[in-house]
């Protein structure tokens, strides 16, 4: 019968981040969604209970659209960022 005296030792988990990363940035490749991004775009990421009512991000969007034209004009004005 075989013995399986050679099998291999866990590495313990490490106690911290390391404080600093080498990176080798001659491996790195450019983003391929970066083309999918328009413009100044913003990701948010919605609860699953409200995603799950939505079906595509124009449904989301139509929907804050329609709140904000439904919003006083003092609101809008003070919400906007330079």
Same mark, same amino acid.
């Given at each position: 019968?075989?013995?399986?005296?050679?099998?291999?030792?866990?590495?313990?988990?490490?106690?911290?981040?390391? *404080?600093?990363?080498?990176?080798?940035?001659?491996k790195a490749r450019p983003n391929r969604f *970066?083309?999918?991004?328009?413009?100044?775009?913003?990701?948010?990421?919605?609860?699953?209970?409200?995603?799950?009512?939505?079906?595509?991000?124009? *449904?989301?969007?139509?929907?804050?659209?329609?709140?904000?034209? *439904?919003?006083?004009?003092?609101?809008?004005r003070r919400s906007k960022r330079p």
């Amino acid at each position: 019968m075989k013995r399986m005296s050679n099998r291999k030792r866990r590495r313990p988990a490490p106690v911290d981040i390391r *404080a600093e990363y080498r990176f080798d940035y001659r491996k790195a490749r450019p983003n391929r969604f *970066a083309a999918l991004i328009k413009g100044s775009t913003v990701a948010v990421l919605l609860d699953q209970d409200v995603a799950s009512v939505f079906q595509t991000s124009e *449904a989301v969007n139509s929907l804050l659209r329609s709140v904000i034209s *439904a919003l006083p004009e003092d609101v809008k004005r003070r919400s906007k960022r330079p």
